[in-house]
């Protein structure tokens, strides 16, 4: 009989692991988001729309570019060649070619999750808060305490403090991984009040990263929207500051770096992301958290150390691992 598992998380290490297991096992992805995305989300406003997690990710792995071949071949998932400029306040602009090929996913972010969702059972607006062991199952609670379900198998791909608060390891277990926060600051600009380059990779700043979002490919280029990236560090000298001033003190940034004028502006929102990107990993990791006694496992980009791309190595090497498992 094929058991049951659990998948915490609805975001790129959980979709590419329910897929990849989903022959040999009956699983449930729980989401406690209203829609698919995790950190690869995308921000609606009227028309409008940012793309406040991820912006653009690489594919360097055979495994990587498999799963996205069928993806680019129907245009969910697109190669984004920016004009792409380094600033700085001290310094001129210079330009900063890529070398390698950067992919969007279309028509937001979270184009490629949705692309990746047919068939699976996944349910939204659900956190899963407890877990407890019963007769040989793992017996899932909710925030309001309602019964989830029972489970052969426990999988978090949470972020890695929500991991370490769901799934019962001893604390040295984590050791070695970490995450930072970011701020991603949301602008309404029309595009014509915005400079020639699309996208800008800031040193010396609060800020890290600015892209004029409506400019990636399979986006309304009409429709002004700009994400700009705080840095890590800023974000977490400021994270319990006011968020207005936080918001402000930002944006001031953007238009002193960009020339872009303050009336031009015409809204700026702010999001806080507490566990926004994984730190670096030393030496060559498994690529995943995983008790076979217990039936539990972890797995997502901080185990890697990296970024979209480590989220799905990370899954497919754990996938990979329960076969060999025999699930
Ligand atoms: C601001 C920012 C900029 C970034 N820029 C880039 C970039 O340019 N390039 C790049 O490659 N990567 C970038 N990243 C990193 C990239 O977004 C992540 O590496 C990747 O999306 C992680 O995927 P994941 O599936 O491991 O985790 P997530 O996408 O975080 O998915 C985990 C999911 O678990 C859900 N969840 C958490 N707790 C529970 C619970 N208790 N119950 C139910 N559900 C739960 C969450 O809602 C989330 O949907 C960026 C991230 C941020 C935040």
Not at 61 to 86: C, D, M, Y
Request: charged residues 20%; aromatic residues 8%; neutral net charge.
């Amino acid at each position: 009989m094929k058991p049951n598992i659990a998948i915490i998380g609805a975001g790129l290490a959980g979709l590419t692991l329910a897929r990849e297991l989903s022959g040999h096992a009956h699983i449930t992805l729980f989401e406690k988001a209203r829609g698919l995305g995790g950190r690869m989300s995308t921000r609606r406003r009227d028309r409008h729309r940012w793309d406040h997690g991820a912006q653009f990710f690489t594919a360097r792995s055979r495994a990587f570019r498999a799963l996205l071949k069928p993806f680019i071949a129907e245009g969910a998932v697109v190669e984004w060649q920016p004009n792409i400029t380094t600033l700085s306040p001290s310094q001129a602009p210079y330009k900063r070619p890529w070398f390698e090929p950067h992919y969007v996913a279309t028509p937001g972010m979270n184009g490629l999750l949705k692309a990746m969702s047919p068939g699976l059972n996944i349910v939204l607006q659900t956190r899963v808060e407890t877990l407890a062991q019963q007769a040989g199952k793992w017996r899932l609670l909710d925030d309001r305490a309602e019964e989830l379900g029972e489970f052969d198998w426990v999988i978090s791909s949470a972020p890695l403090p929500q991991t370490q608060v769901l799934l019962p390891f001893a604390a040295d277990t984590w050791s070695g991984f970490g995450m930072q926060p970011c701020y991603a600051l949301m602008l309404k600009v029309h595009d014509e009040d915005l400079p020639v380059w699309d996208a800008a990779q800031v040193n010396s700043s609060p800020l890290r990263w600015i892209a004029f979002n409506h400019r990636l490919p399979g986006r309304d280029r009409h429709l002004g929207a700009v994400v700009a990236h705080s840095s890590a560090d800023w974000a977490a000298a400021h994270l319990e500051d006011d968020q207005d001033s936080v918001r402000e003190r930002l944006t001031a940034e953007f238009c002193a770096l960009t020339g872009v004028t303050a009336p031009a502006v015409q809204e700026a929102h702010l999001h806080r992301w507490r566990y926004a990107l994984a730190t670096d990993v030393d030496n060559d990791p498994p690529g995943y958290v995983l008790s076979a006694t217990h039936r539990l496992a972890a797995c997502g980009d901080w185990c890697l150390g990296g970024r979209v791309e480590a989220a799905f190595t990370s899954a497919h090497r754990l996938a990979a691992q329960l076969r060999r498992l025999g699930l």
